[in-house]
């Protein structure tokens, strides 16, 4: 059974030009996709239609999914999970299942046998519970994985994900998880395993460390040293009275000559 995949908008030539690498351990676990511009169909329309800047943002990554249907229960001091109709604790729980047994044990060496990541784990936050997608992640050296909540997917009321930035060129192959907050309490929440859990991004280390965090302000718009660019501002402001003929999108289009021009990769 092949579980590598890389994910990407191309194949690269060599294996080595992957940015990121997902191996799939938990052979029923939903395969993961690219994000979608229209956030997996839940941005309003007008937003779709005339914000590139959403569209860009939500595209930006790939989509993780649940390892497969779970229910979950948080009666404020602990939580609970539902299989074979019984509520357990959640504590520490592995994948029973017998497709997932066979091939950890047909794959892994024999010292790590009984050392398989836990779908599901308590944390030491009363309501936090740790899932884990089933798929382990690598990434190109010099590269990190940022995982998050879906950008712009609609907002779920019971839980929220927790986001992390995890160095995974240096902690590799790494189980590909994710952190949630249960919010209901004495309510069964119900993560299915066909909508996107969390969303993954590369991201190049060089770009949150504090060389690039670096930042200027600018505490008056006449600074005699860098005066405001008042040029490029007209570039970018739109005149308010003249509402009726202000054509929405324009930055949209814009942006699309210039991908189209080859003037922006």
Known sequence: MNVSTTVGGSVPETESEAVLRFTKAFPSAPDIRRAEKSAAGTMPAAAFQYCQAMREASSFGWYVYPPKDIHLLFDGKESFFY????WYPVKSTNFEDEDFRQHWEETAPEDLRDLDPPYLSELFVPGS???????????????STLIRPP?????????????????????????????IKLLTTGQEIYIPHFKPLFQVQPIERACYQDAALRTEIQE?????????????FRGTVRDMTQRDSHRPGGYGAATRRRKKAGTEE
């Open 129 to 143: 519970v740790q899932i884990w997608s089933g798929y382990f992640v690598s990434s190109r050296p010099g590269w």
């Open 151 to 179: 950008v712009n997917y609609d907002t779920r009321s019971a839980f929220v994900c927790y986001e992390g930035l995890v160095e995974t060129d240096l902690f590799q192959p790494c189980p590909l998880f994710i952190n």
């Open 83 to 86: 299989e074979d109709d019984q």
């Open 220 to 232: 008056t718009l006449s600074g005699p040293d860098q005066p405001f660019d008042w040029q490029g």
